[in-house]
């Protein structure tokens, strides 16, 4: 039974702050508390590709279709963009893992390792990103539209929040089972982004940017994760970098893209799972720009967008130009 309370203690999330490291600085503690024995990383599956509610396919079944090593910082276009082409087809679809939500499968295994490692079971704290919409609007049997109301009462909403670097967060106390938010279908189910125990031996961390999950515990817990089927974790030292540089064949796509936007405007990469396109306008002195991307994902989706770059001289104009193609690239396999 949830017996959820929503609370105006935000001091109890006072430790956090003592213990993240600098918003700015990338590393694991910047996201999970600092001060653990051990961390982990838990990668968000993506979605099978043969029907929807099939097996999530795990990274470690993308690297070894792609043939790409999958290491504890390896980011998720660096096992599932491959350099060349691979033989067989994709083995997932879509946009990719989900950020800031572990699928609630892989949350409840996770909940009964976690539930090991801590003397409060019954007494854990919750964060939850305050910027969700988590009502949802189903189509019924019989084709009438039904509003479903928000799952969070509008007296939590107008409580005080918990202000950590970046984000502001609603507050709830509850056993450990309340990890997971469910609102109504169809919309997907939520986990809370941030919760503990009361005697905080652990802390679990799901960033609403990040495809992945950081835990802080023992040595004990990280390794019960390591060895468990699901959810898919990667020990990660507490200084590991949170997101790393592209892949370098991703940088040298974009390096050679850029010679061709700067000679004639307009640039093509194509990959093993899809192609961007990448036009350049110049639009005013120092080096003021419009890029436009369009790309199409031999996943299933397409995307396009336009970026205004001002970097103020040619080289800075340079540099933006191949972050920006890159990031339309990484895209196609949704980050």
């Not at 169809?186 to 905080?200: G, H, I, K």
């Not at 350049?280 to 031999?298: C, D, I």
């Given at each position: 039974?949830?017996?959820?309370?929503?609370?105006a203690?935000?001091?109890?999330?006072?430790?956090?702050?003592?213990?993240?490291?600098?918003?700015?600085?990338?590393?694991?503690?910047?996201?999970?508390?600092?001060?653990?024995?051990?961390?982990?990383?838990?990668?968000?599956?993506?979605a099978?590709?043969?029907?929807?509610?099939?097996?999530?396919?795990?990274?470690?079944?993308?690297?070894?279709?792609?043939?790409?090593?999958?290491?504890?910082?390896?980011?998720?276009?660096?096992?599932?963009?491959?350099?060349?082409?691979?033989?067989?087809?994709?083995?997932w679809?879509?946009?990719?893992?989900?950020?800031?939500?572990?699928?609630?499968?892989?949350?409840?295994?996770?909940?009964?390792?976690?539930?090991?490692?801590?003397?409060?079971p019954?007494?854990?704290?919750?964060?939850?990103?305050?910027?969700?919409?988590?009502?949802?609007?189903?189509?019924?049997?019989?084709?009438?539209?039904?509003?479903?109301?928000?799952?969070?009462?509008?007296?939590?909403?107008?409580?005080?929040?918990?202000?950590?670097?970046?984000?502001?967060?609603?507050?709830?106390?509850?056993?450990?089972?309340?990890?997971?938010?469910?609102?109504?279908?169809?919309?997907?189910?939520?986990?809370?982004?941030?919760?503990?125990?009361?005697?905080?031996?652990?802390?679990?961390?799901s960033?609403?940017?990040?495809?992945?999950?950081?835990?802080?515990g023992?040595?004990?817990l990280?390794?019960?994760?390591?060895?468990?089927?699901?959810?898919?974790?990667?020990?990660?030292?507490?200084?590991?970098?949170?997101?790393?540089?592209?892949?370098?064949?991703?940088?040298?796509?974009?390096?050679?893209?850029?010679?061709?936007?700067?000679?004639?405007?307009?640039?093509?990469?194509?990959?093993?799972?899809?192609?961007v396109?990448?036009?350049?306008?110049?639009?005013?002195?120092?080096?003021?720009?419009?890029?436009?991307?369009?790309?199409?994902s031999?996943?299933?989706?397409?995307?396009?967008?336009?970026?205004?770059?001002?970097?103020g001289?040619?080289?800075?104009?340079?540099?933006?130009?191949?972050?920006?193609?890159?990031?339309?690239?990484?895209?196609?396999?949704?980050?």
């Amino acid at each position: 039974m949830i017996v959820r309370r929503w609370s105006a203690q935000t001091g109890q999330a006072a430790w956090l702050a003592r213990r993240l490291v600098a918003a700015g600085t990338n590393v694991v503690t910047s996201v999970v508390p600092s001060g653990f024995a051990a961390y982990a990383r838990l990668l968000h599956p993506v979605a099978a590709v043969e029907r929807p509610g099939a097996t999530p396919v795990r990274w470690r079944d993308i690297a070894r279709w792609s043939g790409l090593p999958l290491e504890g910082e390896s980011e998720f276009h660096a096992v599932a963009l491959p350099p060349v082409p691979v033989a067989t087809p994709p083995p997932w679809r879509g946009q990719g893992p989900r950020r800031g939500s572990l699928e609630e499968a892989d949350l409840l295994v996770l909940l009964e390792i976690l539930r090991s490692e801590t003397s409060t079971p019954g007494h854990c704290w919750f964060c939850l990103w305050e910027g969700y919409d988590l009502a949802g609007v189903p189509l019924s049997s019989d084709g009438a539209d039904r509003v479903v109301a928000d799952p969070i009462p509008e007296v939590a909403r107008r409580m005080p929040r918990v202000e950590l670097p970046h984000r502001s967060y609603l507050l709830y106390s509850g056993p450990l089972e309340d990890a997971l938010l469910v609102p109504p279908p169809p919309s997907p189910s939520q986990s809370a982004n941030l919760f503990w125990p009361e005697d905080r031996a652990w802390c679990v961390a799901s960033e609403i940017d990040l495809a992945w999950t950081y835990v802080g515990g023992s040595p004990a817990l990280v390794r019960a994760l390591a060895d468990a089927v699901a959810p898919e974790a990667l020990e990660v030292a507490p200084d590991a970098p949170v997101v790393g540089p592209v892949a370098p064949w991703v940088e040298r796509w974009a390096a050679e893209a850029l010679e061709s936007l700067v000679a004639r405007g307009e640039a093509v990469v194509t990959t093993p799972v899809g192609h961007v396109r990448a036009a350049l306008e110049r639009t005013g002195p120092r080096g003021t720009a419009l890029l436009r991307t369009w790309s199409r994902s031999a996943l299933g989706h397409r995307a396009g967008g336009t970026r205004r770059l001002a970097p103020g001289d040619e080289e800075g104009l340079r540099r933006d130009l191949v972050t920006a193609v890159a990031a339309a690239i990484v895209a196609l396999v949704g980050g």
